[in-house]
Protein backbone atom coordinates (compact mmCIF):
# COMPACT_ATOMS: atom_id res chain seq x y z
CA UNK A 1 0.00 0.00 0.00
CA UNK A 2 0.87 3.35 -0.32
CA UNK A 3 0.50 5.69 2.88
CA UNK A 4 1.19 9.41 3.59
CA UNK A 5 1.47 10.51 6.62
CA UNK A 6 0.77 14.25 7.48
CA UNK A 7 1.64 16.01 10.53
CA UNK A 8 2.99 19.68 11.28
CA UNK A 9 6.42 18.95 12.20
CA UNK A 10 9.00 16.93 13.00
CA UNK A 11 10.40 18.68 16.32
CA UNK A 12 10.49 16.79 19.61
CA UNK A 13 6.93 15.83 21.06
CA UNK A 14 5.01 12.50 22.18
CA UNK A 15 2.73 12.63 18.57
CA UNK A 16 5.86 12.91 16.36
CA UNK A 17 7.36 9.66 17.71
CA UNK A 18 4.48 8.10 17.45
CA UNK A 19 4.20 8.61 13.67
CA UNK A 20 7.68 7.55 13.18
CA UNK A 21 7.63 4.38 14.68
CA UNK A 22 4.87 3.85 12.95
CA UNK A 23 5.81 4.65 9.76
CA UNK A 24 8.92 2.62 10.38
CA UNK A 25 7.13 -0.47 10.97
CA UNK A 26 4.92 -0.12 8.14
CA UNK A 27 7.78 0.40 6.07
CA UNK A 28 9.06 -3.19 7.31
CA UNK A 29 5.78 -4.69 6.70
CA UNK A 30 6.92 -3.55 3.00
CA UNK A 31 4.60 -0.89 2.33
CA UNK A 32 5.57 2.57 0.84
CA UNK A 33 5.52 5.36 3.64
CA UNK A 34 5.93 8.98 3.10
CA UNK A 35 5.84 11.36 5.95
CA UNK A 36 4.68 14.87 5.16
CA UNK A 37 5.77 17.48 7.56
CA UNK A 38 3.96 20.53 7.29
CA UNK A 39 7.66 22.94 8.66
CA UNK A 40 11.00 21.74 7.66
CA UNK A 41 12.62 21.36 10.79
CA UNK A 42 13.12 18.17 12.46
CA UNK A 43 14.92 17.33 15.66
CA UNK A 44 14.36 13.09 15.52
CA UNK A 45 16.58 10.92 13.90
CA UNK A 46 14.69 9.71 10.49
CA UNK A 47 14.71 5.77 9.74
CA UNK A 48 16.52 5.14 6.66
CA UNK A 49 13.29 3.30 5.29
CA UNK A 50 10.32 6.19 6.04
CA UNK A 51 10.72 8.73 3.27
CA UNK A 52 10.34 12.13 4.62
CA UNK A 53 9.09 15.22 2.58
CA UNK A 54 8.01 19.18 3.89
CA UNK A 55 5.83 20.99 2.40
CA UNK A 56 6.80 24.74 3.77
CA UNK A 57 10.27 25.79 4.37
CA UNK A 58 10.32 27.05 7.44
CA UNK A 59 8.02 26.71 11.09
CA UNK A 60 4.86 27.25 9.16
CA UNK A 61 3.20 28.64 12.24
CA UNK A 62 0.66 30.31 10.66
CA UNK A 63 0.33 28.41 6.90
CA UNK A 64 -3.54 27.08 8.18
CA UNK A 65 -4.68 31.32 9.06
CA UNK A 66 -7.46 32.46 6.69
CA UNK A 67 -5.21 34.77 4.99
CA UNK A 68 -3.14 31.54 3.71
CA UNK A 69 -5.46 28.85 4.34
CA UNK A 70 -6.38 28.68 0.35
CA UNK A 71 -2.99 29.28 -0.75
CA UNK A 72 -1.73 26.40 1.24
CA UNK A 73 -4.46 24.05 0.78
CA UNK A 74 -3.54 24.58 -3.26
CA UNK A 75 0.09 23.58 -2.37
CA UNK A 76 -0.93 20.51 0.13
CA UNK A 77 -3.30 19.38 -3.08
CA UNK A 78 -0.50 20.00 -5.71
CA UNK A 79 1.81 17.59 -3.58
CA UNK A 80 -0.23 14.86 -3.39
CA UNK A 81 -1.32 14.86 -7.13
CA UNK A 82 2.81 15.25 -7.95
CA UNK A 83 3.08 12.13 -5.48
CA UNK A 84 0.19 10.38 -7.30
CA UNK A 85 2.09 10.68 -10.35
CA UNK A 86 4.85 9.07 -9.09
CA UNK A 87 3.48 5.84 -7.06
CA UNK A 88 -0.02 5.71 -8.19
CA UNK A 89 -2.81 5.75 -6.10
CA UNK A 90 -2.44 7.01 -2.24
CA UNK A 91 -4.87 3.99 -0.06
CA UNK A 92 -4.44 6.01 2.98
CA UNK A 93 -3.35 9.25 4.76
CA UNK A 94 -3.10 9.89 8.34
CA UNK A 95 -3.37 13.24 9.41
CA UNK A 96 -1.75 14.52 12.82
CA UNK A 97 -2.14 17.76 14.49
CA UNK A 98 -4.22 20.93 14.47
CA UNK A 99 -2.37 23.39 11.23
CA UNK A 100 -2.07 19.81 9.34
CA UNK A 101 -5.97 18.94 10.03
CA UNK A 102 -7.44 22.20 9.12
CA UNK A 103 -5.64 22.02 5.56
CA UNK A 104 -6.74 18.13 4.70
CA UNK A 105 -10.27 18.49 6.39
CA UNK A 106 -10.71 21.70 3.61
CA UNK A 107 -8.77 19.87 0.77
CA UNK A 108 -9.78 17.21 -1.83
CA UNK A 109 -7.47 14.64 -0.80
CA UNK A 110 -9.80 11.29 0.00
CA UNK A 111 -9.32 8.29 1.98
CA UNK A 112 -7.78 10.50 5.45
CA UNK A 113 -8.47 9.64 8.85
CA UNK A 114 -7.67 12.36 11.52
CA UNK A 115 -5.24 10.82 14.32
CA UNK A 116 -6.64 13.29 17.89
CA UNK A 117 -3.39 12.84 20.08
CA UNK A 118 -5.05 14.75 23.10
CA UNK A 119 -8.19 15.70 25.52
CA UNK A 120 -10.02 18.17 23.09
CA UNK A 121 -12.04 19.48 26.02
CA UNK A 122 -9.03 19.59 28.32
CA UNK A 123 -7.41 21.11 25.07
CA UNK A 124 -10.24 23.86 24.74
CA UNK A 125 -10.01 24.70 28.76
CA UNK A 126 -6.40 25.47 28.35
CA UNK A 127 -6.79 27.35 25.11
CA UNK A 128 -9.50 29.68 27.03
CA UNK A 129 -6.75 30.81 29.62
CA UNK A 130 -4.95 32.38 26.62
CA UNK A 131 -7.72 34.47 25.05
CA UNK A 132 -10.57 34.64 22.85
CA UNK A 133 -8.58 34.28 19.66
CA UNK A 134 -6.60 31.26 20.20
CA UNK A 135 -9.90 30.17 21.55
CA UNK A 136 -11.78 30.30 18.48
CA UNK A 137 -9.09 29.41 16.39
CA UNK A 138 -8.68 25.75 18.45
CA UNK A 139 -12.64 24.97 18.56
CA UNK A 140 -13.22 25.44 14.77
CA UNK A 141 -9.87 23.83 14.29
CA UNK A 142 -11.95 20.84 16.46
CA UNK A 143 -15.06 21.84 14.18
CA UNK A 144 -13.53 20.88 11.16
CA UNK A 145 -13.48 17.38 12.20
CA UNK A 146 -17.11 17.32 11.76
CA UNK A 147 -18.08 14.56 9.41
CA UNK A 148 -14.53 12.87 9.45
CA UNK A 149 -13.45 9.77 9.96
CA UNK A 150 -11.42 9.71 13.86
CA UNK A 151 -9.03 7.32 15.08
CA UNK A 152 -8.45 8.24 18.84
CA UNK A 153 -5.15 7.12 21.07
CA UNK A 154 -7.18 6.08 23.93
CA UNK A 155 -10.87 4.92 24.78
CA UNK A 156 -10.79 7.90 26.97
CA UNK A 157 -10.44 10.39 23.89
CA UNK A 158 -12.98 8.36 22.23
CA UNK A 159 -15.57 8.21 24.63
CA UNK A 160 -14.89 12.09 25.13
CA UNK A 161 -15.79 13.08 21.40
CA UNK A 162 -18.90 10.81 21.31
CA UNK A 163 -20.21 11.86 24.56
CA UNK A 164 -19.82 15.80 23.74
CA UNK A 165 -21.19 17.84 20.68
CA UNK A 166 -18.21 19.47 19.39
CA UNK A 167 -17.59 17.29 16.90
CA UNK A 168 -19.47 14.90 15.18
CA UNK A 169 -17.56 12.23 13.16
CA UNK A 170 -18.55 9.86 9.98
CA UNK A 171 -16.51 7.19 12.16
CA UNK A 172 -14.56 7.02 15.12
CA UNK A 173 -12.33 3.73 17.03
CA UNK A 174 -9.35 3.54 19.39
CA UNK A 175 -5.92 2.71 18.64
CA UNK A 176 -3.32 2.30 20.83
CA UNK A 177 -0.27 4.06 19.72
CA UNK A 178 2.78 2.04 18.65
CA UNK A 179 5.70 0.68 20.46
CA UNK A 180 8.81 -1.12 19.02
CA UNK A 181 9.89 -2.76 22.46
CA UNK A 182 12.94 -4.53 21.03
CA UNK A 183 14.22 -1.23 19.43
CA UNK A 184 13.24 0.42 22.92
CA UNK A 185 14.88 -2.28 25.11
CA UNK A 186 18.27 -2.46 22.63
CA UNK A 187 18.64 1.39 23.10
CA UNK A 188 17.91 1.11 27.02
CA UNK A 189 20.91 -0.94 27.30
CA UNK A 190 23.10 1.85 25.47
CA UNK A 191 25.90 3.29 27.72
CA UNK A 192 25.78 6.53 28.16
CA UNK A 193 28.80 8.38 30.51
CA UNK A 194 25.90 11.67 31.07
CA UNK A 195 23.63 9.19 33.34
CA UNK A 196 23.83 10.53 36.58
CA UNK A 197 25.14 7.89 39.19
CA UNK A 198 23.16 9.44 42.21
CA UNK A 199 19.50 8.04 42.38
CA UNK A 200 17.29 9.77 40.43
CA UNK A 201 13.90 10.21 39.43
CA UNK A 202 12.94 11.24 35.85
CA UNK A 203 10.11 13.48 34.08
CA UNK A 204 10.38 13.26 29.96
CA UNK A 205 8.29 15.60 28.27
CA UNK A 206 8.76 19.42 27.17
CA UNK A 207 8.41 22.54 29.13
CA UNK A 208 4.37 23.18 28.58
CA UNK A 209 1.91 24.42 30.83
CA UNK A 210 -0.30 20.63 30.04
CA UNK A 211 2.73 18.93 31.83
CA UNK A 212 2.70 20.77 35.02
CA UNK A 213 6.35 21.22 36.15
CA UNK A 214 5.32 23.56 39.16
CA UNK A 215 3.67 20.60 40.48
CA UNK A 216 6.30 17.87 39.54
CA UNK A 217 8.71 20.52 41.44
CA UNK A 218 6.45 21.21 44.37
CA UNK A 219 6.46 17.16 45.10
CA UNK A 220 9.87 16.50 44.42
CA UNK A 221 10.62 19.31 46.88
CA UNK A 222 8.78 17.01 49.64
CA UNK A 223 11.07 14.08 48.57
CA UNK A 224 14.48 13.46 50.17
CA UNK A 225 17.24 15.54 49.12
CA UNK A 226 19.39 12.34 48.47
CA UNK A 227 17.42 12.01 45.06
CA UNK A 228 18.47 14.21 41.71
CA UNK A 229 15.47 14.83 39.13
CA UNK A 230 16.15 14.45 35.52
CA UNK A 231 14.19 16.60 33.29
CA UNK A 232 14.44 15.21 29.76
CA UNK A 233 12.39 18.72 28.23
CA UNK A 234 13.10 21.25 25.42
CA UNK A 235 14.32 24.55 27.71
CA UNK A 236 16.61 23.20 30.01
CA UNK A 237 17.14 27.06 30.70
CA UNK A 238 13.41 27.51 31.33
CA UNK A 239 13.41 24.58 33.65
CA UNK A 240 15.88 25.50 36.02
CA UNK A 241 14.89 29.22 36.49
CA UNK A 242 11.14 27.24 37.90
CA UNK A 243 13.21 24.91 39.65
CA UNK A 244 14.56 28.04 41.98
CA UNK A 245 10.97 28.95 43.46
CA UNK A 246 10.99 25.68 44.77
CA UNK A 247 14.69 25.32 45.96
CA UNK A 248 15.28 22.23 44.02
CA UNK A 249 17.54 23.86 41.71
CA UNK A 250 21.28 22.08 42.70
CA UNK A 251 19.40 18.54 42.72
CA UNK A 252 18.08 19.37 38.72
CA UNK A 253 19.88 17.28 35.88
CA UNK A 254 18.86 18.77 32.43
CA UNK A 255 20.45 17.49 29.66
CA UNK A 256 17.84 18.81 26.93
CA UNK A 257 16.00 17.16 24.61
CA UNK A 258 17.69 13.25 24.10
CA UNK A 259 17.37 11.47 20.50
CA UNK A 260 17.80 8.01 22.99
CA UNK A 261 15.68 8.84 26.06
CA UNK A 262 15.83 5.18 27.23
CA UNK A 263 18.77 4.43 29.00
CA UNK A 264 17.92 7.35 30.82
CA UNK A 265 14.09 6.33 31.92
CA UNK A 266 15.84 2.80 32.35
CA UNK A 267 18.48 3.80 35.34
CA UNK A 268 15.96 5.99 36.84
CA UNK A 269 14.25 4.88 40.68
CA UNK A 270 10.97 5.85 39.08
CA UNK A 271 9.52 8.17 36.36
CA UNK A 272 6.82 10.55 37.15
CA UNK A 273 4.29 12.15 34.88
CA UNK A 274 2.43 15.63 36.34
CA UNK A 275 0.41 16.41 33.91
CA UNK A 276 -3.28 18.03 33.55
CA UNK A 277 -4.38 16.03 30.36
CA UNK A 278 -2.50 13.79 27.91
CA UNK A 279 -3.96 11.40 25.01
CA UNK A 280 -2.55 8.54 25.74
CA UNK A 281 1.17 9.47 27.41
CA UNK A 282 3.85 7.31 25.43
CA UNK A 283 6.06 7.75 28.01
CA UNK A 284 4.47 5.94 30.62
CA UNK A 285 4.52 2.69 28.72
CA UNK A 286 8.05 3.51 27.45
CA UNK A 287 9.13 3.39 31.46
CA UNK A 288 7.03 0.43 32.03
CA UNK A 289 9.03 -1.87 28.77
CA UNK A 290 12.13 -0.86 30.46
CA UNK A 291 11.01 -1.89 33.91
CA UNK A 292 11.11 1.58 35.66
CA UNK A 293 8.14 1.69 37.91
CA UNK A 294 5.90 4.86 37.56
CA UNK A 295 3.61 7.45 39.36
CA UNK A 296 1.33 9.50 37.03
CA UNK A 297 -1.73 11.69 37.48
CA UNK A 298 -4.79 10.62 37.02
CA UNK A 299 -5.45 12.92 33.80
CA UNK A 300 -7.75 12.81 31.09
CA UNK A 301 -6.75 10.55 29.45
CA UNK A 302 -4.72 7.51 29.24
CA UNK A 303 -3.13 6.79 32.41
CA UNK A 304 -6.10 4.79 33.93
CA UNK A 305 -5.71 2.38 30.59
CA UNK A 306 -1.68 2.39 31.34
CA UNK A 307 -1.80 1.52 35.04
CA UNK A 308 -4.26 -0.83 35.99
CA UNK A 309 -4.60 -3.99 38.32
CA UNK A 310 -1.87 -3.29 40.91
CA UNK A 311 -0.29 -0.41 39.36
CA UNK A 312 -3.31 1.44 39.74
CA UNK A 313 -1.98 2.59 43.19
CA UNK A 314 0.42 5.26 41.68
CA UNK A 315 -2.11 7.20 39.90
CA UNK A 316 -3.36 10.64 42.18
CA UNK A 317 -5.45 12.99 41.05
CA UNK A 318 -3.99 16.00 38.41
CA UNK A 319 -2.77 19.18 40.53
CA UNK A 320 -2.20 18.12 44.09
CA UNK A 321 1.56 17.89 44.49
CA UNK A 322 1.28 16.43 48.28
CA UNK A 323 -0.22 13.29 46.37
CA UNK A 324 2.38 13.13 43.84
CA UNK A 325 4.95 13.27 46.26
CA UNK A 326 3.56 10.47 48.83
CA UNK A 327 2.67 7.95 45.57
CA UNK A 328 6.41 8.27 44.84
CA UNK A 329 7.32 7.84 47.87
CA UNK A 330 5.23 4.94 48.09
CA UNK A 331 6.68 3.64 44.67
CA UNK A 332 10.09 3.80 45.92
CA UNK A 333 9.48 1.32 49.18
CA UNK A 334 7.27 -1.25 46.48
CA UNK A 335 9.96 -1.20 43.67
CA UNK A 336 7.09 -3.18 42.02
CA UNK A 337 7.37 -5.30 38.87
CA UNK A 338 6.26 -3.62 36.12
CA UNK A 339 7.76 -5.57 32.83
CA UNK A 340 4.56 -7.74 33.10
CA UNK A 341 1.78 -4.66 32.78
CA UNK A 342 -1.61 -5.57 30.36
CA UNK A 343 -1.02 -2.32 28.39
CA UNK A 344 2.45 -3.65 26.93
CA UNK A 345 0.16 -6.43 25.21
CA UNK A 346 -1.78 -4.34 23.91
CA UNK A 347 0.34 -1.68 21.68
CA UNK A 348 3.19 -3.44 20.03
CA UNK A 349 4.56 -1.95 17.27
CA UNK A 350 3.53 -4.73 14.31
CA UNK A 351 -0.39 -5.40 15.80
CA UNK A 352 -0.93 -1.44 15.59
CA UNK A 353 0.54 -0.93 12.09
CA UNK A 354 -2.03 -3.59 11.00
CA UNK A 355 -4.80 -2.33 12.67
CA UNK A 356 -4.14 1.07 10.83
CA UNK A 357 -3.30 -0.17 7.57
CA UNK A 358 -7.14 -2.09 7.70
CA UNK A 359 -8.45 1.45 7.78
CA UNK A 360 -7.26 1.49 3.99
CA UNK A 361 -10.12 -1.54 3.10
Same mark, same amino acid.
Given at each position: ?19 ? #? ?11 ? #? ?14 IVKVDSLFPDR ?10 ? *? ?18 IDLVLSNLDRS? !??? %? ?37 ? *? ?6 ICVSKGVEKEI #? ?29 ? !? ?24 ? +? ?6 ? $? ?10 ? +? ?5 ? $? ?15 ? !????? +?? %? ?46 ? +? ?5 ? %? ?36
Open positions: MNVVIVIDSLVGGGAEKVML #TLAEKMAKLHHNI #TILSLASNAEYDIPDASKVDRFWQRK *NSILRLEAWFEKKQSEIGNN !NLL %ARSNIKNVHFVIHNSVNAELARQKKLGPFSYLYLKKSKQ *NLNGKSL #TQGVLINPSAIATIYNPFDFEKIRQQANEQN !NNIPNEPYLIHVGRLAKQKRHDILFA +AFAKLDKK $YKLVLLCNKPAK +ALKLAQQ $YGIEKQLVVPGFQQNPY !NWIKH +AK %ALVLSSDFEGLPTVLIEALAVGTPVVSTNCTFGPSEILTGELNKYLVP +AGQSEAL %ANAVKQVLVDKPNVENADILKQVQAEQVALQYLALAN
